[in-house]
Nanobody, 124 residues
Framework: QVQLVESGGGLVQPGGSLRLSCVGS????????IGWFRQAPGKEREGIAC????????RYADDMKGRFFVSRDGNKLTVQLQMSSLESEDTAVYYC?????????????????WGQGTQVTVSS
């Protein structure tokens, strides 16, 4: 079955960097996109970035541009999220999810399968 597993979360000081990974398996189609989302306590889940399987096209939420960078390995099933200049407001559970289709959405409602999430805490 379709599975996604995130890793790389942890505690980081303000101004620091962190790299998250998402490994997918069991995909039933080669046409998909993987997105990164986060959810802070008491807030709605928000989209960060997305990358397509076909050509590696990326898409970012407007307020995530510049500090977050999404990339993938050659096998296309491992996707990373490089985060820099982290602030306390970035503290959240970070999720990756897969959308089967050609579009690279940032709307969480369009994603079909989700990982369990990884906690990122930015604190001194």
């Amino acid at each position: 079955q379709v599975q996604l597993v995130e890793s790389g979360g942890g505690l980081v000081q303000p101004g620091g960097s962190l790299r998250l990974s998402c490994v997918g398996s069991g995909f039933f189609s080669d046409v998909y996109s993987i997105g990164w989302f986060r959810q802070a306590p008491g807030k709605e889940r928000e989209g960060i970035a997305c990358i397509t399987s076909s050509d590696g096209e990326t898409r970012y939420a407007d307020d995530m541009k510049g500090r977050f960078f999404v990339s993938r390995d050659g096998n296309k099933l491992t996707v990373q999220l490089q985060m820099s200049s982290l602030e306390s407001e970035d503290t959240a559970v970070y999720y990756c999810a897969v959308h089967f289709g050609t579009f690279c959405p940032l709307d969480s409602r369009l994603f079909d399968y989700w990982g369990q999430g990884t906690q990122v805490t930015v604190s001194s």
